[in-house]
């Protein structure tokens, strides 16, 4: 059976579109076929990444002072509130909840942020 992408418009079968839900009787499709699908997953992932650099370069270290971006982390003040890392956002959330997340951090020098851990397991 074929199924019209609603992202490119063009025919593909059934099975070129992922699993967006399955209950017992009826297996939901997504609305994009797989080839769209990757590529505006890769075009949020690198407008994610441009907006966290963009972020960065803007700020410095809350210990020190750097202000590279390159080396710094976010680190969160308060782990039980931790819903994901921010490392791992494109696997995890959408832009809402990545600045959500990333109001719980604060940005740590790579040295700093391993400094603070350190003390944090040997206290």
Same mark, same amino acid.
């Given at each position: 059976?074929l199924k019209r992408c609603r992202y490119c418009n063009k025919q593909y079968p059934e099975s070129d579109f992922g699993v967006a839900a399955t209950l017992p009787?009826?297996?939901?499709?997504?609305?994009?076929?797989?080839? #769209?699908?990757?590529?505006?997953?890769?075009?949020?992932?690198?407008?994610?990444?441009?907006?966290?650099?963009?972020?960065?370069?803007?700020?410095?270290?809350?210990?020190?002072?750097?202000?590279? %971006?390159?080396?710094?982390?976010?680190?969160? $003040?308060?782990?039980?509130?931790?819903? %994901? $890392?921010?490392?791992? %956002?494109?696997? @995890?959330?959408? %832009?809402?909840?990545? @600045?959500?997340?990333?109001? @719980? #951090?604060?940005?740590?020098?790579? $040295?700093?942020?391993?400094?603070?851990?350190?003390?944090?397991? $040997?206290?």
């Open positions: 059976m009787t009826k297996v939901y499709r997504r609305q994009k076929c797989r080839r #769209c699908y990757r590529e505006t997953k890769r075009l949020l992932i690198a407008r994610q990444r441009k907006w966290i650099a963009d972020y960065k370069q803007r700020r410095q270290c809350a210990k020190c002072g750097v202000s590279d %971006f390159r080396v710094l982390d976010f680190h969160h $003040n308060d782990s039980s509130g931790k819903d %994901f $890392n921010v490392a791992d %956002f494109r696997y @995890k959330a959408g %832009f809402a909840r990545l @600045k959500e997340e990333i109001g @719980k #951090c604060q940005l740590l020098c790579a $040295n700093c942020h391993r400094i603070v851990h350190y003390e944090e397991i $040997n206290q």
